[in-house]
């Protein structure tokens, strides 16, 4: 894609340098623009030497083009403060938005990179700390939530991310529901892990107490309550069998 107005390509902020355009470049931008106004004029009227002028480079059609899937988010080391916040919160509006369509996995990268570039050292005022942290919770529990759906390269689900992430939300904020509940999930969810019913009672009572109107709470809490059932009856069966 050629920008024919330099100036406009350019960017001092991002490092962005606009190379001059080739003179064949500009010569078939001036051929375009004669045929074009040939194929609109009526025949025979308008002969080639009273075709107006080529109009300055600063009319002519001008591309914004925004690299998604070779970037991934890529940032420039320049970006301070607010700026930077302001670039990941737009990553995580993108990342939402690939949640809500289902790519859970791609959400999951964008997210991650958004992280990174939070803790990447630069000038950072204090208010801009206070958005800064509440930002990065935000992303934490939206990698929480992929980690319910993304899998990995040997298609297993990222519970172990969901675990992780949650508890690094819990860590700031020991009362948060969402982390409660997401982390208790993956605990249920999880396969073969050792204690894991236990670790998930314990989060979704926690998180039932605090917002005990919270229909999916409640219905993960009972799914977990229904499989120690299960096995505390199982467990009952044995016993009886060895004992009897």
């Known amino acids: 894609v050629v920008c024919m107005d330099a100036a406009a390509g350019s960017d001092s902020e991002l490092g962005i340098v606009q190379p001059p355009l080739p003179d064949a ?8 623009w004669e045929a074009e106004l040939q194929a609109k004029a009526p025949p025979l009227i308008a002969p080639r030497e009273s075709l107006p002028p080529l109009p300055p480079a600063a009319s002519l059609s001008r591309w914004h083009v925004r690299v998604v899937s070779a970037t991934e988010g890529v940032i ?3 970006l301070h403060g607010r700026w930077r916040l ?4 737009e990553s995580k509006a993108e990342a939402n938005a690939l949640f809500k369509r289902g790519d859970a996995a791609r959400a999951n990268r964008r997210y991650k990179k958004a992280m990174l570039d939070l803790e990447v050292p630069t000038q950072w005022e204090a208010d801009d700390n206070v958005r800064r942290n509440q930002l990065r919770l935000s992303l934490h529990l939206n990698v929480a ?11 297993a689900t990222r519970y172990l991310d969901t675990i992780s992430h949650a508890s690094r939300v819990l860590e700031a904020d020991p009362t948060n529901v969402k982390a409660l509940f997401r982390r208790g999930q993956a605990h249920l969810l999880r396969p073969n892990h050792i204690n894991g019913l236990a670790l998930a009672l314990e989060d979704l009572r926690r998180a039932a107490e605090l917002e005990p109107g919270d229909t999916g709470v409640r ?3 009972a799914r977990a309550r229904a499989q120690q059932k299960s096995l505390d009856q199982k467990d009952a069966s044995m016993f009886g069998r060895m004992l009897g």
């Open 25 to 32: 470049l500009q010569q078939l931008a001036r051929t375009k």
């Open 145 to 155: 939530a992929c980690g319910l759906r993304a899998t990995d390269a040997y298609g």
């Open 76 to 78: 420039a080391m320049e």
């Open 86 to 89: 302001d670039w990941c919160e």
């Open 219 to 221: 219905s993960m809490l």
